[in-house]
């Protein structure tokens, strides 16, 4: 199966790792940012908005993978 290559998946890896890197900075330096209420609701968010546009990508990939077992049955 060849998968044409995406810039988003990579874009995404980085927007993961340079969010993961601006969060660890503050906290070290300031730990009650950590515990506080809204900075985890909004962590919690963005690392959720991340985590739903891989599992949106595989699903994609999934649903396109299969139509094509689909299509070859009835050639």
């Known amino acids: 199966m060849f998968i044409p290559g995406s810039w988003l998946p990579l874009i995404l890896m980085m927007a993961v790792f340079l969010t993961q890197y601006i969060i660890a900075a ?5 730990s009650s940012l950590v515990e506080s209420t809204h900075f985890v609701i909004s962590l919690s968010l963005v690392f959720g908005v991340f985590s739903g546009c891989f599992f949106a990508r595989a699903m994609n990939m999934w ?3 299969r139509m ?3 299509c070859e049955q009835y050639r």
């Open 26 to 30: 503050p906290s070290v330096l300031n």
């Open 68 to 70: 094509g077992s689909v």
């Open 63 to 65: 649903r396109v993978t």
